[in-house]
């Protein structure tokens, strides 16, 4: 089994293959620890999923800060909102941890290399490996390339697509711990701040270390007449009655952005290739369930491709392929992921409504339980149901 892209859903699957006794190669074209724009908030939901995984100590090992409150900031106006317990960690640390646990149950990695999909034969499916001149040849393929991934060929008609009007994202981590004991420091730990404007949001938020994360969502319009990607930032979060960011010098890592936020992908199932992850689709990060979905992706497909692997290697047993299985995998992520998805979809769309939002965070302020719903279905166990 070939896995494509180590990021939390491609490295947790080649976890759950090892620990199902299927040989699998996760490949990621870059080389660990590296950066990812996000804000690295764990909820409840993907703490849930890592513990029922045996991994539940992993977040908080890696220094991660607990999470307990989110606070929505609109045209000067905020509120507090409490939530389910969550963990703030970089991703470069919690990436590069997942890949080492999938390394220790058995998973074989391969970084620095740029996979490619090739061709389909009657029992396989190819990868090629271009910079290495060489190809792999595998029963299954799992596609975990994320929101902006090479692996599927442009023409193949494979590759998702960006929604019209959709945000770009940017993010950065700083080493700014000096606001971090003081009284005044607005950018507490424990808080999501999360700054809404006319042009976009802005995520800021304490990670390992006292480091501050910063992640946003904008419009391509915010970056028109010049404007820098750190001017639009300060210019969002000052609108919403925020102080900018640490002062540059402070910076650990370098901006980074993204390609178009919101996809989709034409099927997430093809001749033995299943999709999981950002790269089967993807909505506005908002909610900050990204990492949640990719996770259960993995947990569901893992099963379903093991099974057929195993099946695979005794002796005559590869019966004719038809597809069933791809099939299989569209429906259930369409039962298991896609639903959670057209959620964030709608607070998506209420989000590029100013007065929507102003009229939430004034309302919510007389009555911060009203969130509670919405709160606990982003933060719903898997198998939960919520209202
Ligand atoms: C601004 C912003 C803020 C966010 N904040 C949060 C948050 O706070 N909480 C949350 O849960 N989610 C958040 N998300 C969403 C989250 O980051 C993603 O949903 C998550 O990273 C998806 O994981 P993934 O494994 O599918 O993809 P990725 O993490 O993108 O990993 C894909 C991997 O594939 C590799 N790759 C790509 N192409 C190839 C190739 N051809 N060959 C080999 N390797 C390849 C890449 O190098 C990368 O390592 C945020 C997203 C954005 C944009």
Excluded at 278 to 297: K, M, N, Q, R
Excluded at 334 to 345: H, L, M, P, S, V
Excluded at 349 to 364: E, F, K
Aim: charged share 20%; aromatic share 6%.
């Amino acid at each position: 089994m070939v896995v494509v892209g180590a990021g939390p859903a491609g490295a947790f699957a080649a976890y759950e293959l090892a620990r199902a006794g299927v040989e699998s190669l996760l490949i990621d074209r870059q080389r660990f620890p590296r950066p990812k724009v996000c804000g690295g908030c764990l909820n409840a939901r993907t703490l849930a999923l890592l513990a029922a995984a045996g991994l539940g100590e992993l977040p908080a090992s890696l220094g991660g800060e607990p999470l307990d409150h989110f606070e929505l900031w609109t045209g000067g106006r905020t509120v507090r909102l409490p939530m389910p317990r969550g963990i703030a960690v970089s991703r470069a640390a919690f990436d590069e941890a997942l890949v080492r646990e999938a390394i220790a149950a058995g998973a074989e990695f391969l970084p620095g290399t740029r996979a490619v999909l090739g061709a389909a034969g009657s029992k396989t499916r190819r990868v090629r490996l271009p910079q290495a001149k060489c190809q792999v040849v595998a029963r299954l393929v799992i596609a975990a390339d994320g929101l902006g991934g090479s692996f599927l060929p442009g023409d193949s008609g494979h590759r998702s697509r960006a929604v019209s009007e959709s945000r770009i994202g940017a993010g950065a981590v700083f080493d700014d711990i000096h606001s971090r004991h003081s009284r005044h420091g607005t950018y507490r730990p424990g808080v999501i701040h999360m700054a809404v404007g006319r042009s976009g949001y802005v995520g800021v938020v304490r990670v390992e270390g006292g480091r501050l994360s910063v992640a946003a969502a904008l419009d391509r319009r915010a970056l028109g007449d010049g404007r820098t990607l750190v001017g639009a930032i300060t210019e969002l979060l000052a609108e919403a009655g925020l102080p900018g960011l640490p002062k540059p010098g402070t910076c650990a890592s370098q901006w980074q952005g993204t390609a178009a936020l919101s996809r989709r992908s034409p099927q997430v199932a093809f001749d033995r290739v299943f999709l999981i992850g950002d790269a089967a689709g993807y909505v506005e990060p908002f909610t900050g369930e990204g990492i949640s979905w990719a996770l259960e992706a993995a947990r569901e497909v893992s099963p379903l491709v093991a099974r057929a692997a195993l099946a695979s290697l005794a002796p005559n047993t590869e019966r004719q392929w038809d597809g069933s299985l791809e099939l299989g995998w569209r429906r259930r992520y369409r039962k298991r992921i896609a639903r959670r998805q057209r959620w964030c979809r709608s607070v998506s769309w209420a989000l590029r409504r100013q007065m929507l939002v102003s009229s939430a965070v004034r309302l919510l302020g007389g009555a911060p339980s009203l969130a509670a719903p919405l709160m606990a279905h982003l933060n719903a166990m898997p198998g939960e149901r919520t209202p």
